[in-house]
């Protein structure tokens, strides 16, 4: 199915941002994020709740994604550890 954009306006495949996520606020929580993106005079709420996500998530100390990487980039394991076989039984751990 081909996406349309508004007039003048590319669609949001084309920005990078093919997922859609719907979230649920209470009513001081829109506030508090409204107040932010005023204050820091951000577009639109979801470029606030995007910005605010990867600033919590760098906080966090994770490791964001790049388009390249693959999920077993982010394991909890070493390649020394995810390449050698378990002695036990000669699986992979």
């Known amino acids: 199915m081909e996406q349309r954009a508004k007039e003048g306006y590319p ?9 859609r996520l ?3 606020l209470n009513a001081e929580e829109l506030v508090a994020l ?7 005079r951000m577009p639109s709420r979801a470029a606030a709740v ?14 964001l994604a ?8 982010f394991g909890v394991l070493s390649a020394e550890e995810q ?3 378990d002695a036990t039984n000669g699986s992979r751990p």
């Open 11 to 19: 669609a949001m495949t084309q920005l990078g941002r093919p997922e």
């Open 22 to 24: 719907q979230i649920m």
């Open 34 to 40: 409204d107040d932010w993106r005023f204050a820091k």
């Open 50 to 63: 995007r910005d605010l996500l990867r600033r919590g998530l760098v906080a966090e100390g994770v490791d």
């Open 66 to 73: 790049e388009p390249s990487k693959r999920s077993s980039n």
């Open 83 to 85: 390449a050698a076989p």
